[in-house]
């Protein structure tokens, strides 16, 4: 979820083990995060060379993780088993908010015969929390769990906007320091450029994003709001541009993607 205000530690003060970080613990994640549908099943030392640690390090993790069955071992490759699902699993029971999304996104996504995703921010990231995938509009496999830069996604914007000034402000000077990636011609080119769509989202409660991921890719994203008016999530319809290009996306889909994102609200301020 998206938060107004936090803080934290400096990140030299973060990262130290001590009292409050322990480094076995980090890097334990950080070999579970390792695994993903571009590299389902690594060797020890693919292990160890995507997490930075020594082939001792890895393998005591690995086995750990094996002992416990979140971690499986076939010859010499390592993979992730569904029991890995637990911990996701928690999250998503422990939010009403999905429980009340769920309905309500499954009903817009048999109404318009288009793919609906609610996501949430995490860091510079979205993660998507829930999906009802109609139709393959990337080219990428997208589900619960998978994560899409924000700036150029459409709930990334929604989530982004919701931001204070100092949070955006941050986020749009780590994005410059790193240069913004042209996934397609239509990429927004800078981050002044990228500022000013952002704006547009918060004045306009919605986003638009018309390829700018990936060719083909038109997706419209609205914000799922607590009661304080705080966006919890974005809501968001998928489509491909040669079948419901941008015009129709904002005719067709735009009123019943808000009415829907005001309905899980509503639920959410109510019960949640």
């Known amino acids: 979820m998206t938060e107004k205000t936090q803080v934290h530690p400096p990140a030299s003060e973060a990262l130290k083990p001590g009292d409050s970080y322990v480094q076995s613990f980090a890097r334990g994640l950080s070999v579970i995060r390792a695994f993903s549908a571009e590299a389902p099943r690594q060797t020890l030392s693919e292990v160890a060379k995507r997490c930075e640690l020594t082939r001792a390090g890895a393998r005591r993790i690995l086995l750990t993780l094996e002992t416990l069955g979140y971690v499986a071992c076939d010859g ?4 992730l088993t569904p029991k890995i699902l637990d911990l996701g699993f928690a999250y998503l029971s422990a939010q009403p908010l999905w429980q009340f999304a769920e309905p309500v996104m499954q009903a817009l996504a048999s109404e318009l015969g288009e793919s609906v995703s609610a996501a949430v921010l995490e860091g510079s990231d979205i993660v998507y929390v829930l999906r009802m995938p109609n139709r393959k509009i990337m080219s990428v496999n997208l589900g619960v769990g998978s994560r899409l830069p924000a700036w150029c996604t459409s709930m990334g914007r929604v989530l982004l906007a919701d931001l204070d000034a100092e949070a955006l402000t941050a986020q749009l000077a780590q994005l410059d320091a790193q240069r913004l990636p042209r996934h397609t011609m239509r990429t927004v080119a800078s981050t002044a450029e990228l500022s000013q769509r952002i704006a547009q989202v918060r004045e306009q409660g919605w986003c638009l994003v018309n390829q700018e991921l990936e060719e083909g890719l038109v997706s419209l994203a609205a914000p799922i709001k607590d009661r304080g008016g705080r966006t919890l999530a974005a809501l968001n ?14 005719e067709t889909c735009l009123p019943k993607l808000l009415d829907a994102a005001r309905q899980i609200s509503r639920l959410v301020q109510i019960k949640g």
């Open 237 to 250: 319809i998928g489509a491909q541009v040669n079948r419901t290009p941008p015009e129709a996306m904002l």
């Open 76 to 79: 010499r490759q390592f993979s």
